[in-house]
């Protein structure tokens, strides 16, 4: 994306921090719980509260689910890395420090591929992925002169998935955080539930003018928990650097704050502090290291990701890509579609999946896809029955809607209401001789050349029939009479 | 009969097996003596009835038959092990009131084998001092008593100085102690009792207040060589809360006193003779060395070349780890809050109320090396120069089997001596400090007496987790050293009593 | 390094303890102090060693996926000053924090 300025044509560059909660049963470091919305304190042990003399012991589920991660986002895996402390005071930081990972991070660079929506996709390089450990929560609204502290996040595992600053759009920014959301998803590493916060986005953003390779003076834009709003707070400030650019100011480096009902950016005042980690390596902690067994036995388990799962898609069913692309955004779609597809014309199940399926899908709240409104098998048959013959694409409309109604299956319901297309030439007929005969006005009109007409025709005809006529035939067997 | 406080812990075990006396009557003894010597402060918080409750529990498992290794005999715990219920400090302020809702794993397998704790023991704040004068409960004093000035009050050493003072006084059995720098060894040397520092990752840390925590580990302080082993045996052991705890198999300490040390080889380092070195101090060393050939050992100088190094390398790691570790003291989850108009000025507060002028002085060190900057200067060129302190000994013990040095340059001096700068006061722990660095187990035990009449100790230093070595050699140098003085107000003596064959 | 007054209270900012403005002299001489007797370090050749973080032999042990620790909200706020009970919520506090 390009901004016109009054001096210049300037261009984005973006770069994203992203938190993603490990999916495991318990903390990184503590065999405390990690469910979300237990009664404040409660899953807390005395290492996630920081009592004197506790010591941390690690989770092998989260290092498997970090190696795994990086797998799936084609990176290196360290085979050893270290864990640091990263040092500050701060209300919800029990430790007065955080454990994560700093110069020998469990994952190295990779590549994410994003796909834009003329169905095009391009690579974002992943710098680094390191686990730590995240800090417990600050109410600040429950007291006239206190904040109140809920340590029962503290210590939950996060993977911070870093990309290089090669997002130049906030269209891009949103497709890198849907698809590693998708890609999280499919491996089952975490839940990129963003409300709930298992799933939080930084972004740090600075401009250049268009053709500049330099790198300009970055905000970092902290905790913005919706997709949409990272590309709102993205805009704005790529405006507002440009403004402060053009009135010939300086951007300091600095945190802000989203705030999505007035949709601006702001200093954040709490961190005004001039920051000093002081990271070295904890103490507490040996460095961590892996066997390339491990990996190797990790990678073996990997499910076919998006990307992989779209190619076939593409080969397999004949997609086109943004089609393959709208199948694979999420793990239960992509298997719901290949359940309709298999064995059939991959378009036609595409077409149905996508329209009256999707629509119908997204009517109702109850429809999930533990609970779809119409069964990916039955879906299937119906399309068999088009294909065979039985019914037409038209009735199987309406076998659709009897199906989400009823839950039977589409056979059964063709049978029943009897919805079988009529394909008996003697029946066609007889129903266009009754509407010839209705109408011999309109009949004269056809033969005088008013084509128009013909539809008319077919429409009668089909109505006399219930719907039910094939129209393949009617059409065909229309046309025939008007010649006679 | 000997009176029971003066008993060994080997000898009150066999006594309470054959039922000479019960856990309940030695328990009273010490806590009658506990009473009677609360002017040296040895402890910060006795628990008499804790402890006789639990030794009645003790004499009740004994009638039963399922007495454990230490069943019924009374120790005192370091303030720095977390124990349950009970008051734990650190000798810190800013720990006020903290009552742990959990036990330390040693302190809990001390329990377990049927201990009683008659108390938490003082010692220098966090654990940093050699002096036991940065306890915020005060000042421990040294029982013993220079000859020359009896009216003089004498430091313990430190950190462990209120386990030294007690061993030594007769007011526990034994004691736990911690050492990140000497803090067990140089305490028992002052204090003339024997106290080891076992190789790094042998004793649980969990549940001892953290001060460094690659150097930290706990160890018995005992008066003698196998009341240490068999403590030890107890206190040791794999422990998977503790991610550096060693999953090794702990030997039976107390069997490796065969008293045979025939053939072994003892290195003596010749850089172990700085300048402050006091020739009285140098004396009983040599007198050591003596005593190992005369028992069919062989000394072997040795070289340990970056040992003057150890202090500053110290110096960086130790307050660097600590300024982290103890940045969990700031007012919200327990001990001290001092009022703050916002959350930093709260955290400010109160860590400057509550931490005393030593704490505050290594905090501030330890966040100047760490910080942006200076990290790779200060803290990279520290353990840089550790791991070359480290491999002088791993050379070392490629020619030898145990390596021989005095605990500390010299005996214990006054209460107010070498405090006008904090550099000279840990130059006491010049002689413990490398084998902190190298995680090396070092045992300390009195050799013999000064002119003026106070213990003075001996270190053995061994290879990585074999203590066994360190204990065999040990013992031999204990029946050698015959060590039997007594410091004032144990044989009823207002002074200092009896003599060892060592010292002048 | 001798340390000036300025350095002497970012340290204390960065440690969190309060320094008076009469402390900071006789701080920055001790500070200094100690700092001059670790450079010592400076003169040794550590060329190609590998900084040592820890003493132990072996690499870090895990731990399987299991819950077995937390649910006693109680016990963890059982020493905090000035907490806001489990019956009425069961938080700590502190003063209040504007982000
Ligand atoms: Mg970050
Ligand atoms: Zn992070």
Redesign the interface.
């Known amino acids: 994306m390009i901004i016109q300025g009054e001096t210049c044509d300037w261009e984005i560059v973006i770069g994203l921090e992203v938190h993603a909660q490990v999916i495991s049963n318990s903390k990184l470091f503590s065999g405390a719980p990690t469910e979300f919305g237990g009664a404040p304190n409660n899953q807390v042990s005395f290492v996630d509260a920081g009592f004197p003399g506790m010591l941390p012991v690690i989770n092998e589920k989260c290092v498997e689910q970090a190696v795994r991660t990086g797998l799936g986002l084609k990176a290196k895996v360290n085979l050893t890395s270290v864990f640091a402390r990263k040092n500050y005071f701060y209300a919800d930081l029990p430790q007065g420090y955080q454990i994560s990972q700093y110069d020998q991070p469990i994952i190295g660079e990779g590549t994410l591929l994003i796909d834009l929506d003329d169905g095009s996709t391009r690579p974002i390089g992943i710098e680094r992925l390191h686990l730590e450990q995240d800090a417990g929560k600050s109410i600040h609204d429950q007291h006239p002169s206190k904040s109140f502290i809920d340590l029962n996040r503290s210590g939950v595992a996060l993977m911070e998935i870093v990309s290089k600053p090669d997002m130049r759009s906030p269209e891009e920014a949103g497709a890198y955080l849907t698809k590693l959301r998708t890609i999280l998803r499919y491996l089952g590493t975490c839940d990129g539930n963003m409300q709930e916060g298992s799933m939080r986005c930084d972004a740090n953003v600075s401009v250049r003018p268009v053709g500049s390779t330099e790198l300009r003076t970055r905000c970092e834009i902290k905790n913005v928990n919706s997709i949409r709003f990272v590309q709102q707070a993205i805009e704005y400030e790529a405006r507002r650097h440009i403004d402060v650019y053009e009135s010939g100011g300086d951007i300091k480096q600095e945190t802000r704050l989203f705030d999505s009902v007035k949709g601006e950016t702001r200093s954040m005042r709490s961190k005004e502090h001039a920051h000093d980690y002081r990271y070295f390596p904890d103490p507490d902690l040996l460095p961590l290291v892996i066997s390339q067994e491990l990996v190797d036995g990790i990678k073996a388990t990997l499910p076919e990701l998006p990307d992989e799962k779209k190619a076939r898609f593409m080969s397999e069913y004949g997609l086109n890509s943004y089609d393959a692309g709208v199948m694979v955004a999420e793990k239960d779609s992509a298997e719901f579609f290949e359940i309709v597809a298999k064995g059939r014309d991959g378009k036609t199940a595409a077409n149905w999946v996508m329209g009256d399926f999707f629509a119908t899908m997204n009517s109702k709240p109850e429809y999930t896809w533990a609970n779809p409104p119409v069964s990916a098998e039955n879906l299937g048959r119906m399309i068999d029955l088009i294909k065979d013959g039985t019914i037409s694409t038209r009735l199987a409309k309406d076998v659709f809607i009897f199906m989400v109604e009823s839950g039977k299956d589409p056979a059964t319901i063709v049978e029943e209401k009897g919805l079988k297309q009529v394909t008996d030439t003697g029946a066609i007929e007889a129903a266009i001789d009754a509407v010839f005969a209705a109408n011999p006005d309109k009949v004269a009109e056809v033969k005088a050349g008013k084509d128009k007409l013909m539809g008319w025709f077919v429409g009668q005809v089909m109505k006399a029939t219930q719907g039910k006529a094939n129209p393949g035939m009617l059409n065909e067997l229309i046309a025939k009479k008007f010649k006679e | 009969m000997t009176k029971l406080t003066n008993l060994t812990i080997a000898d009150a075990l066999t006594g309470l097996s054959k039922g000479d006396f019960s856990a309940v009557e030695l328990t009273s003894a010490h806590l009658d003596a506990m009473a009677a010597k609360r002017s040296l402060n040895a402890y910060i918080t006795e628990t008499p009835e804790l402890a006789l409750e639990q030794a009645k529990e003790s004499d009740a498992r004994r009638a039963a038959g399922r007495a454990g290794a230490l069943d019924g005999i009374p120790l005192g715990i370091k303030d720095l092990f977390a124990t349950k219920d009970v008051l734990t400090t650190a000798a810190s302020h800013i720990l006020d009131g903290f009552k742990p809702q959990y036990e330390s794993t040693v302190s809990q397998k001390l329990k377990d084998a049927g201990s009683v704790m008659l108390g938490k023991l003082n010692l220098d704040e966090f654990a940093m001092g050699s002096s036991n004068t940065t306890s915020y409960h005060g000042n421990v004093v040294n029982p013993w008593k220079s000859k020359s000035d009896p009216a003089k009050q004498l430091v313990p050493g430190g950190s462990s100085g209120g386990s030294g003072a007690a061993v030594a006084a007769r007011i526990a059995m034994g004691a736990t102690g911690t050492d990140t720098g000497g803090s067990i060894r140089q305490p028992a040397a002052f204090c003339g009792v024997t106290g080891i520092k076992p190789t790094y990752g042998r004793c649980s840390r969990w549940g001892i207040v953290a001060f460094a925590s690659s150097l930290d580990q706990a160890g018995p302080m005992a008066r003698t060589v196998k009341d240490c082993a068999l403590m030890l045996n107890v206190m040791a052991g794999h422990d998977p809360k503790d991610s550096t705890s060693a999953p090794i198999a702990v030997p039976d300490f107390a069997a490796a006193l065969t008293g045979d040390i025939r053939g072994l080889k003892v290195g003596i380092p010749k850089e172990y003779r700085p300048d402050g070195l006091s020739d009285e101090v140098n004396k009983v060393w040599e007198q050591g060395i003596e005593w190992l050939k005369a028992a069919g050992a062989t000394p072997v100088e040795i070289t340990l070349p970056h040992t003057k190094y150890a202090l500053p390398t110290y110096y960086i790691v130790a307050p660097a780890e600590a300024s982290s570790n103890l940045a969990r003291y700031d007012g919200v989850r327990f001990g001290l809050r001092v009022k703050g108009d916002s959350l930093d000025d709260m955290y400010k507060k109160t860590r400057a109320a509550g931490f005393g002028a030593e704490v505050r002085r290594r905090i501030m060190i330890g966040t100047y090396v760490l910080s942006a900057g200076y990290y790779d200067a200060y803290y990279t060129k520290a353990q840089k120069v550790r791991r070359l302190i480290a491999e002088d000994f791993k050379k070392a013990f490629e020619t030898v089997d145990v390596i021989l040095t005095p605990t500390a340059p010299s005996a214990a001096f006054g209460i107010g001596d070498n405090t006008d700068d904090p550099v000279t006061m840990w130059l006491n722990d010049v002689f413990t400090i490398p084998t902190s660095l190298a995680g090396l187990p070092g045992l300390s035990l009195p050799a013999g007496l000064s002119a003026d009449g106070l213990p003075m100790g001996l270190q053995l230093i061994g290879r990585p987790f074999d203590e066994e070595t360190v204990f065999k050699v040990a013992g031999v140098m204990e029946s050698a050293a015959g060590f039997t003085a007594t410091p004032a107000g144990v044989a009823g003596n207002e002074t200092n009593a009896g003599s060892a064959r060592g010292g002048v | 390094m001798s ?1 000036d007054r300025t ?2 209270r970012n ?2 900012e ?6 008076r403005d009469d402390e900071l002299d006789h ?1 920055a001489g ?2 200094s ?3 001059t ?6 003169e ?1 050749n ?1 060329d190609g ?25 109680e ?8 907490a ?1 009970r489990e019956d009425e ?11």
Do not use: H, W
């Open positions: 340390l350095t002497v340290i204390a960065l440690a969190r303890i309060e320094v701080l001790e500070l102090g100690i700092l007797f670790v450079e010592q370090l400076a040794v550590t060693i590998a900084p040592m973080a820890s003493v132990a032999d072996i690499t870090l042990p895990m731990r399987q996926d299991v819950i077995n620790d937390g649910g006693y909200a016990a963890v706020l059982a020493n905090a000053p000035d806001v919520g069961g938080f700590f506090t502190v003063p209040k924090v504007v982000e």
